[in-house]
């Protein structure tokens, strides 16, 4: 495929919002998890959580519109904004018609529904916003940053379970190769800390119960993981054609080369225990992308911390680089504020470009214990490293596999 350029970054996350604080916090090994106090909790399973308390600091966004939306379509914005700025864009000189709009999530935006759904039974339809329709479902934030900019290109929401943002992008980046348009704003957005979306979460089947210490509860890959801890956030990257953004003179943070997804086709939950399919994927990017195996020089990891998906990923991982495999820094820095579900794929490929800015690979926060899978993993501390070209691993329940191979930009 032709290589895409991205030329702005914006992120709403527990770690930060906006990349400079975002990276300040990841390359310092934080944790950002903590105990749920949003609401009652105390009665789940899992009740621990990467949040963000500080939005409001940063959004512009009228009270009126607040009131028609939901968080996530409120972080999705917040984002979409910084990534703009980053990028150097005035969106009212671009041709609304060439631009478009591809985001991923996995829930949907539940606060909204259930406080709206709590009223329906105790008050009767009267007491339902006219909004709630519109509101909650998961193209919610594509429809709400097509408004607020007045973006008319053609566009997309991807719901692929953790997947969803990283195949957004992709998707994203076949559409840019065809010249359909100018520039996609791409990315993903997840709100699951609500007391609904948590019970649903609570049912997933890999959250860990290690309520007890939260920093210190997210271990993928490490011997002693118990599974992982949600967290809400967004991240969107502006992408473009290589010769529209030369042309403009914008600073090129990285490349988007190739990407490849499959689906494993063996349980309605659970990965194939092989990774014979996700290397698949792997493969399918690499060749994508026209890159050898032993050009990768990181690969960020899914890590979802559970036995099966932790293993299959390593193996996955050894079926496409063979002996290599034990040599590749491999990472996974949302174990610092929290698996985003569908939003995980874009906040992994954003720290890995800072990561290529920075030539630093980003830590694994309480790896202490590494499971011997035969992968060079980067622990609790950054480790420097020159990457020119990084894979980026993320995976959905039912075993959706997405990879994308990433080069190195022009911003030293």
Partial sequence: ???????????????????????ANIKAGRSFIKAITRFDASKYPARIAGQIDDLDKYSTLSERLLKKIDAFSHMALVASELALQDAGIDIKKEDPNLIGIFLGNALGGWLYAETELRDLYIEGREGVSPYMASAWFPAAPQGQVSIYYGIKGFSKTVVAD????????????????????????????????????????????????????????YRPFDRGRSGCVIGEGAGIVVMENIERAQKRGATIHAY???????????????????GKDLARAIEMALRDAHAGADEIDYISLDGLAVDLWDRSESEAIKIVFGARAAKIPVSCPKSMFGNLLGASGVLDLIITILGMEHSLVPPTVNLDNPDPLGLDYVGTRARSQHIKKALIISRGRAGINSAIVLERGEKE
């Fill in 1 to 23: 495929m032709r290589k895409i350029a991205i030329t702005g970054i914006g992120v709403v996350s527990p770690s930060g919002i906006g990349k400079r604080q975002l990276w």
């Fill in 162 to 217: 953790r997947a969803s943002s990283l195949m957004a992008i992709g998707y994203a980046a076949k559409v840019l190769g065809k010249d359909k348009l100018n520039m996609i704003l791409g990315g993903g957005m997840e709100a699951p800390v609500t007391p609904y979306a948590l019970l649903c979460c609570n049912t997933y089947g890999s959250l860990t119960t290690d309520n007890s210490n939260p920093e210190q509860a």
């Fill in 256 to 274: 988007i080369a190739g990407y490849g997804t499959t689906c494993d086709g063996a349980d309605r939950i659970n990965p194939a225990a092989d």
